[in-house]
């Protein structure tokens, strides 16, 4: 696979090991290496951790094109097939060796959060667990592979696991491969997501130390996220309320923001219930969010999780819809990053193919 998609593309310059690096995506914009192969293709993403796609769909709506997925759950593989069926895909990460990758400028990773969560009750084992630990797995791939840029997600708790060591262990595995770490936390409800869910984002750019830090933060400030104002003088209809589209009658009354919404089954059992309630407060009753308006919290397309009845034979599927919503990123915040990331990606191919011009006119000087 690896080697037909480097057959196809030209060589602008190479990188460590040998191997080509994409060419510059954006040529039209410097008139630099304008060619017809090169300005076709896509920046490209591989995901790692995959669940149900939100690295992917956010990336994709920013202009890339989704390369590799990696994920071992049943029922989010089904939810993959059903929007690309056509990428291929791999279930271990334990087993997954990098030359099953197909060459791509940027691999993500929400790697397992349950080891590092306050979410979890009691003792957290947090980087030695076995599922936070699959980080090791992908540092593992990404020491062979060696991608341009790595984005990780994961619970703000990782941050504070084990008094912030296991924190360290993983920005100074990434530093050890290499790559310059910055990260960030933001808060999807600042992104028009409603509900409020703060996570850790961790960008590497291979061997350039202004990267993160260009894709991470904007010199200014960006527009404020408002609720578009009524007509009439009329209250603003909160993002939530918007979500769950049933305004008039008998209710329902919510928050104008979501609590964090949590992975869970559908069945309450005391403690895996999310905070976020309906009520319908004339109507004495309360009720838990459906799936589908779990999709909306989370800044997904609505249906996005669903499958044919056919498809999935359990009972519990909303259970698994909760479970992997729950788990997933917010594919606005991802969206934004993304569009940072392709810019980030633009210039640097840019800059590198005036180094390599600058280089091939001084040798042509010097005959
Ligand atoms: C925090 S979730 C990532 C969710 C994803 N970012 C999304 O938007 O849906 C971690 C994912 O890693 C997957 N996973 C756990 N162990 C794995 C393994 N050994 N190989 C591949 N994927 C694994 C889980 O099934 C889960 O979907």
New binding site residues.
Partial sequence: MRKEKQKNKPAVYSKKRGRKAPPSRMAEDTGLYLTPENTESAPTIA?????????DLAFEEAGFKTTFQ????KF?IEILKKHWPQVPR?????D?SDARIPLSDVW?A????QDVSLARMGQRPGLKGS?SG?FY?FARIVEKGRPGVVLL??VHGLLHSHKGRDFETVVRTLADLGYSVGWRVFNSKNFGVPQSRQRVYIVGCYRDREGPGKILFESECRERDVAPGQENGAESISPFKRVLGNLGGEGPVVQSIAYCLYACSARHTGTDWSRTYVSYPKLGKVRRLTPRECEGIMGFPLGWTKLPENKFQTEDVDSLRYH?LG???T?PVIRWLAERVKVYLRQKSCAEIAAHTKRELSLCVSF
């Fill in positions: 995901s790692l951790f995959t669940g149900i796609g939100g690295f990696c994920e071992i759950n989010c791999w279930e271990n990460i334990k997954l993500t929400g790697f397992p959060c599922r699959l797995e997600e994961n992997a788990n997933a990123v594919p």
